[in-house]
């Protein structure tokens, strides 16, 4: 695929001064990032104005599930421009309807009833809203290593590091540790081991917290941004048991680990669990239009039968992010894109990605599936001391930043955060591409090594 666009250094200076003067960047120093001036994306790449293109390894955020400008999405998005830009949340819309019907058939379970949001913070917040007024009570447990979202109660349910600034320590959010056998919490040496400690010590930290003040655990099932950690098998059920015996309500996260990226419409369904309620975003609609939602059971969207339910958004349900909704799952229905990310992930990422470890080493690890994966990078593969340490800026984050400029000068675009990498690219990667995006990684990863 080639750039559509001739190479323009001079409108890319353009673009960049205009950042530099008017937009303030997330999770940034302003004065210490130099944005890379984006002139347009197809499929799997993305390409900048002096002709440098890119295959994208990290999907945008992890959401551009079906890769950038499907054909069909950006045309239903047209015609739904043309039809009906927009209408209020309070009416219903056929658009906005068959996206939560769409939505309802491939959740697990009973999650039958869809509240939209624009984005995966807010369903996290709306999701622990309806625990504590469903239950009554006002705690939330929530794990370390994990991501929810930049909002309030989002922020500090999240465990990485990235929360200090803003942690306010919401009242009544309580962590604890979730199971991570490469890093246990617990000296675990085998999978089994970690599951039971695991489930131990959420027990204790109930039993201490007081089951009876206890509204919710929210879990992402495969957590993803604090590095692709895929639970022990009986986990996740064995979380859903004691959320069952305490009356607690189960929240799985899986803004970034559902819609087809581990290879399975929501990664709960490798697990064989449901939970009470379930957040999604990204991948919904590809990201095309601002999308998220919490997938509600029939027993909790019946306690808001007759009561109301104290919360909404403006843009709720916005027609044309529900218009990318039903196309973008269409187009995954229509060209096997799940079954696509799990073959993938099983006979190109996977075999790559482990080949790539054994020859590296500053690979300490590799976690994942389907479309879902992580390299941990260490500087030592025995003592797996983190190639740079957690919260790594300037020069201590050397090494990550001499790896994620290997990658680009390879015309990858690597998903870099602390000290991993994760291959996430869209869901629907060719071969070819995923065998490109190993090549690249496998010169990066040699620079990494310089620094085990
Ligand atoms: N939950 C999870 C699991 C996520 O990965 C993210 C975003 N990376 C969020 C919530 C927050 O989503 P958003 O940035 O759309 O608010």
Excluded at 23 to 34: C, P
Excluded at 294 to 308: G, L, M
Excluded at 404 to 433: D, Q, Y
Aim: net charge negative.
């Amino acid at each position: 695929m080639t750039p559509h666009v001739e190479p323009d250094p001079q409108a890319g200076a353009a673009v960049k001064a205009a950042d530099r003067a008017h937009v303030f960047h997330s999770w940034s120093a302003q004065g210490l990032i130099d944005p890379l001036a984006v002139a347009g994306a197809e499929g799997s790449y993305f390409w900048d104005y002096d002709g440098n293109r890119y295959l994208d390894f990290t999907s945008g955020l992890v959401y551009t599930n079906i890769g950038y400008q499907h054909p069909r999405v950006v045309a239903a998005i047209q015609e739904q421009a043309a039809k009906l830009t927009t209408f209020a949340p309070a009416f219903a819309i056929d658009v906005r309807s068959e996206a939560a019907r769409l939505i309802a058939e491939r959740t697990p379970g009973d999650l039958n009833k869809i509240f939209f949001t624009n984005g995966g913070a807010e369903a996290v917040e709306n999701a622990v809203r309806m625990a504590r007024l469903h239950t009554g009570r006002h705690k939330v447990l929530s794990a370390f290593r994990s991501y929810h979202g930049a909002t309030s109660t989002a922020i500090n349910l999240t465990g990485d590091p990235r929360r200090w600034a803003s942690d306010t320590g919401t009242a009544g959010v309580v962590r604890f540790w979730a199971p991570f056998l490469y890093r246990s919490a617990f000296y675990a040496e085998t999978e089994q081991q970690e599951c039971e400690r695991a489930l131990q010590h959420l027990e204790d930290t109930i039993a201490f917290e007081g089951p009876q003040n206890i509204a919710a655990i929210v879990l992402e099932t495969v957590p993803g941004t604090a590095g692709i950690m895929t639970p022990p098998p009986g986990y996740l059920a064995g979380v859903r048991a004691i959320c069952d015996a305490y009356g607690i309500v189960f929240v799985l996260d899986e803004v970034m680990a559902g819609f087809g990226r581990t290879g399975t419409w929501f990664a709960a369904e490798h697990f064989d669990v449901v939970p009470d309620l379930m957040t999604f975003a990204k991948g919904v609609n590809s990201g095309y239009v601002p999308l998220g939602g919490v997938a509600i059971s029939e027993e909790i969207a019946a306690t808001f039968e007759t009561r109301p339910y104290p919360g909404g958004l403006t843009y709720s349900g916005h027609p044309l992010a529900c218009a990318a909704a039903v196309a973008t799952i269409q187009v995954m229905e229509d060209e096997k894109v799940v079954e696509h990310a799990a073959r993938i992930g099983e006979t190109v990422l996977g075999p790559g990605l482990r080949e790539l470890a054994e020859r590296h080493p500053s690979v300490g690890e590799v976690r994942g599936m389907g479309a879902f994966w992580a390299l941990d990078l260490v500087k030592n593969k025995e003592t797996r001391e983190p190639l740079v340490p957690y919260n790594a800026s300037g020069a201590a984050n050397a090494p990550m930043a001499a790896f994620g400029a290997a990658a680009k000068k390879h015309g990858l675009w690597p998903f870099i955060n602390m000290n991993r990498t994760h291959a996430v690219p869209a869901c629907n990667v060719s071969e070819a591409e995923a065998k490109e995006g190993l090549a690249a990684l496998d010169a990066a990863l040699s620079v990494a090594d310089e620094h085990t």
